[in-house]
């Protein structure tokens, strides 16, 4: 290496979207054909991004390879605009993405990336979620080889799936799974779907919106079509049940800030040791207040 | 609201970035910022390692990155693969010949001579981990004075540029299988996905680009005997390799330049063949950016281990392409050990639900019971 | 008697094969490696039909190839040549040509087999239950309830104490463990099962008991079954027609008392000698 090598100033510089476009292209191509198979894990050559595998490449691929200008983004992680990895993820895009607009509101967003939720707020069919996936396969549980996975997918053998499933009930008298709940999309594959609770499972079906899967470690993009079916994977005699979130009494508990009850809700000791439970969805809340407060001020007017 | 922790992330990065650089310069007015010049060659095998795992030839980058990450192996990699990412790719090297490559280190321990010679060249092997403590506080007089009188002291002229290579000769001896036919266009695994069962050079590729440290783990797994290679080394060299790349109007292959590389080959003993063909010692191939020799060993060894599970099946972790190949890179498993650290507050509700439900089921059982 | 399984030269080489692996093996060549290639015939020029509620016994030492034929059967080994045609009640079915899914189908569905090693049949990290759960959710029954009554009337018929039925095989005995293979096989009412020397390395008191379970279930339940052992006690007990092979040829067949009184291999004389 010739010694006097200075490294150029544009060395640095970033074209629209971070990625190079063949790669762009090579994921776009891939979101349409796990579109076409809803529910069907499609390999892909993942890129590295400048944050770790783990903190939402997957997602981050996707949202860069669909933004144009024109787009209005929104990006949450638990729910929340304001976390530390919703922050950091937004910041990059905006750096590298100039001529997009970011929301908080979910209804403005043409485009929502998130980690672990899907907003309170009914989608449109002119939004796309775009979820962040740490493992795609839900046979991972039963079967460690990938070769031997992909045959049990195609054949939708999910029978030893079940079996964990009949175990758990046998063993706990409940199916233990709490969050990445097992998804049968469109009457064939069964897709992991993120790990959202079982709360926002239900959102996946029939869903307005376009619902994309990106898992950036594992190289595998996968969809929900609008309008498509999703039924949990469950016994005919064993309902799926989501989080409960009543109290002793039975009554279904409220956001302490906006008073919502229809909400997923986070649960945490408040400084005097009592238990406060609020929106885990912060745009949904702030949402609401605000509804309340311009309410309250017409009253008072 | 001070309890709710999701709250003024942006605020808190800004505050986390600024105490890193805070740390980076921390000695203050006795500081001298590191030049990249300095790491590139007073660090010179931390570099090689960084272009290797990074998987892109840029010495001069992976000097900044090294920096850039104070000095973390996984992380400066990592920025160099992410700064890989950025770049579109406009060319393809044809297969390029190492018996061109310029040795500044070539041995062997298969044989006590080898055609051209043995050449020991610049290794730790036989100097002894004693510290130098005169290295603490060197002068810079005599600092800059070292490579020099190197120079000046060697002989010119009277060792060849090239060397032939081990496996040649074994080859025409009859040892060894003939080379594998070059039909085959090699598997970019930056383009296109890993889907298994994966050729051998998707494999080779995965394993020139991965984490040091876990290839060794898993290499050191058969060599102790959760496997049964027992390898002997037929050559080992470390030097630079010219590149040629089709001219773009000529076609015609130019030298582009040249990178450090090192390049291991292991002859392992000889199998049983189903048919009545005369039976020959098998081959495994290492080699990879920059000079790091226990790489190229390491995965020489897990080239011969894997080509071994493929076609009777694997016996050991190390014989299995799924499990070596996915378990060895350091952007991966670095990231996901590393994303725990990130908010999971919403699956744990659901985690606090599902026990609650249960231990109150297996209450009521109990309480039943009584 | 309805046919419902007609085997035709099925064999199987393992290795590169030549035109002359056939020849250059059997019985007559007193192994089953080629000379020419030394691929190893494991099977060849095994023809023979099973009849519906009938058991065949399939007998010879290790490495005779008996066993490779019922593992080609249940599709565990392709086969190299010949063909197999299954006539279910309402179609016949090429065995050889069926794609993945239909293989599967026919496993799960129409075929049973019981491994000689429990672990080749049960999953030792779900319980007695769960196995059976399994082979009863790839059949596309779905309802909790059922699938739990239906596995505890499957082992209490296989005299598997229903209380430990939410267990882990890997906790019983080996006699236990058959039991629950057996449980398993016969939970989707299968037509055919296959037993690959299901009694081998058990006590003989264990041995005479499973042997019983598996007469009764079978003239109970008209299953036909296909029994490879090397044993001639099982053979005797269990099998009306019975197939002898040597290197991985069929040497003799016929009806089980014929073969026990009057061998014509002198072979199987010395097999029947020896066994008195």
Known sequence: MNPYYELPQDEAGYSFGFLDEYAKREVRRNILKAICIPGYQTPYASREMPMGRGFGTGGLQLTLSLIGRGDTLKVIDQGSDDSVNAVNLRHFIELTCPGVDTTERTQDATLIQSRHRIPEMRMTSAQTLVLQVPYPDPLVVVEPSEARRKIMHGEGDYSRLLTKLYEDIVHFDEITISHRYPTRINGHYVLDPSPIPRFDVPKLHQSPALILFGAGREKKIYAVPPYTNAEPLVFEDVPFRTEDFSDAQGRRRSCHRCGATDSFLDEFTGNDGERIYQCSDSDYCHQRLSTQHSAANEVSR | MGYVAIKGGGIAIKGSLEALEALRAAEGEQGVPLSLSAIENQLRLLTSRIVSEGGLYHPRLAALAIKQMQGDTLEAAFALRACRSTKPRLLATPVQETSRMRVIRRISSAFKDIPGGQMLGPTYDYALRLMRIDLSDEAPEVFRTIAAKFMGETPAGNLPETFPKVVDALRNEGLLPQAPARAIEPFDITREPLIFPIPRSAILASMARAETGSLLALAYSNMRGYGDVHPTIAELRVGYLPVFLPHPITGEEIEAGEVLITECEVVAMYENSDNKSKPVFTLGYGACFGHNETKAISMAILDRALQKGMKEGPANPSEDPEFVVLHIDGVDSMGFANHYKMPHYVTFQSDMDRLRTTQAKAESKQGNEK | ?276
């Open chain 3, 1 to 276: 008697m309805k046919k419902i399984l007609g085997v035709k030269n099925l064999g199987k080489i393992h290795g590169s094969g030549c035109p002359r692996c056939l020849e250059s093996t059997g019985p007559d060549a007193g192994s089953n490696i080629c000379s020419h290639c030394s691929s190893v015939v494991a099977a060849a020029n095994i023809s023979f039909d099973l009849h519906a509620g009938e058991v065949l016994g399939i007998m010879g030492e290790s490495g005779s190839g008996k066993s490779t034929i019922v593992k080609m059967l249940f599709f565990d080994e392709e086969p190299s040549l010949g063909e197999a045609v299954f006539f279910d009640d309402e179609r016949q079915w090429d065995l050889f040509s069926v794609n993945a899914a239909e293989q599967r189908w026919l496993r799960n569905h129409r075929f049973g087999i019981v491994y000689q090693n429990p672990h080749l049949g049960l999953n030792f990290n779900f319980s007695a239950g769960g196995n059976i759960a399994e082979r009863l959710l790839m059949s596309d029954l779905a309802h909790y309830g059922q699938i739990r009554e239906r596995a505890r009337d499957l082992l209490t018929r296989t005299e598997v104490m229903p209380e430990r039925m939410d267990e882990s095989p890997k906790k019983f005995s080996g006699g236990m463990q058959q039991r629950v293979q057996i449980a398993k096989a016969l939970s989707t009412s299968p037509p055919v099962l296959f037993l690959d020397e299901v009694t081998t390395g058990l006590d003989l008191s264990v041995q005479a008991r499973i042997l019983d379970l598996i007469l009764e279930i079978q003239q109970e339940l008209g299953t036909a079954m296909i029994a490879v052992t090397h044993d001639l006690g099982v053979i005797r007990l269990l099998a009306t027609r019975t197939i002898v092979m040597k290197n991985g040829r069929i040497i003799e067949a016929g009806l089980t008392d014929q073969i026990l009184e009057d061998p014509q291999h002198a072979y199987t004389q010395q097999l029947v000698a020896s066994a008195l």
